[in-house]
């Protein structure tokens, strides 16, 4: 196959996005993150979208959404030419990295990225290579004296092919950071906590199965908020401003910087005007009191847990895990395959603080899954390196 890359309309982008997130045995997933809407929403970047199309044919057989985000060069604006841009693919392309002709994509890639005067560009293939089941990593956790990783433990399934194209990658000049601790360290996270919908052979799975994999203080924390009235709706966009009240009490508590209001209404017009179903709030009440609201994000049949907001009091009532329940049965009710709970740390040791974010996600009876994780390609060496030299100080 004879490829080239050009600029796609955005209409060419989603009508890509929905034929390969239809696809049942598609090599790679499509993240929200390589949708046109997430680069109507990082209105500090430029967006593009980028294509692979089979000369022969015509046909769009890879996308992506490139994100353009320029260094402060003095002067940029009065002079063009001195403009030079990190060029990043938020968990993209879409693109089958396993085929015959990804180096000559890839080639391709570069050489388009190049003349938009990228001086970097940064990838992250959404292309799984392991997993590790809940009882594994139990299991690790009960027999490990502190200090265990991800990277520790034999995973339960290993992909030789996602192998293949990490050696591919390094040969062709492309690098990925290791570092203790990786996931959390590029931009978007390599170790993600999924909770599959189907089984082995891809039929779906009952509600009853799913929830029978749960361990005994999730199951109890369901059944109690159901006990107890806390009652889930699905919102809309006149309620965003109560769920970004109970977002900046979960940041205040949490010790992190929230985003204002105006961003997620900004992510609900641009995902909504793309695709209806992009993008649903949760909002869990007890007696008219939202105590927990939720987001969740679908592409085809992968459906992501987003951004969470819980109240300080009426913890005990447990709406937290009543609004994960009626995001995970509504998106078993649309067919979805996976229902994601996004990153984790690597890290297994109690002791340390992100600890506790996959003992809650282990509570699914889901799996730990790593990705390729995020890759660079330096364009300009210097320029490149100088760049690392600044996020290392960040």
């Not at 004296?145 to 990490?166: C, H, M, N, Q, T």
């Not at 649903?280 to 592409?299: D, I, M, P, Q, W």
């Not at 364009?379 to 100088?386: F, Q, S, T």
Request: proline residues 5%; contains cysteine; charged residues 30%.
């Amino acid at each position: 196959m004879v490829l080239r890359v050009r600029t796609l309309s955005r209409e060419e982008h989603v009508a890509f996005i929905e034929e390969r997130a239809a696809e049942k045995n598609a090599a790679t997933s499509v993240s929200f993150l390589q949708c046109p809407s997430w680069g109507d929403l990082k209105t500090d970047w430029r967006a593009e979208s980028v294509g692979w199309i089979d000369d022969a044919t015509g046909k769009v057989v890879g996308a992506g959404l490139v994100l353009y985000r320029d260094l402060p060069i003095p002067k940029r604006d009065k002079l063009p030419f001195l403009r030079r841009s990190l060029a990043y693919l938020p968990e993209g392309p879409i693109l089958d990295l396993t085929a015959p002709e990804t180096g000559q994509a890839l080639k391709l890639l570069l050489a388009h990225l190049r003349k938009r005067r990228a001086f970097t560009v940064k990838m992250g293939p959404q292309l799984v290579s392991r997993r590790w089941t809940s009882e594994n990593l139990k299991k690790a956790i009960a027999e490990a004296d502190g200090g265990v990783r991800l990277k520790d433990i034999k995973p339960d399934f290993e992909d030789p092919s996602a192998l293949r194209v990490i050696e591919a990658l390094r040969a062709a000049g492309w690098s990925r950071k290791e570092s203790e601790g990786a996931g959390f360290g590029d931009f978007q996270p390599r170790y993600v906590f999924q909770l599959p919908l189907v089984d082995d052979e891809g039929e779906p799975r009952s509600l009853e199965d799913i929830q029978k994999g749960f361990n005994q203080l999730w199951r109890r924390n369901i059944k109690k908020a159901e006990k107890n009235g806390v009652e889930v709706t699905v919102g809309g966009y006149e309620d965003l401003p109560e769920f970004h009240k109970l977002y900046e009490v979960t940041a205040k508590r949490d010790h992190f910087t929230p985003r204002p209001l105006a961003y997620f209404q900004r992510m609900w017009k641009a995902m909504e005007s793309e695709d209806p179903r992009r993008l649903r709030l949760y909002l869990a009440r007890h007696e008219g009191e939202l105590l927990a609201a939720t987001t969740l994000v679908t592409v085809g049949d992968h459906a992501w847990y987003s951004y969470g907001a819980s109240a300080d009091h009426k913890r005990e009532l447990r709406p937290s895990n009543a609004v994960q329940w009626r995001m995970l049965s509504d998106a078993h009710a649309a067919g979805c395959k996976v229902y994601d709970l996004r990153g984790i740390s690597d890290t297994l040791d109690p002791s340390d603080h992100l600890f506790g974010l996959i003992q809650f996600k282990l509570g699914t009876g889901g799996q730990a899954v790593e990705y390729l994780g995020e890759w660079d390609h330096p364009l300009n060496p210097l320029l490149h390196r100088a760049f690392e030299l600044y996020m290392a100080r960040r």
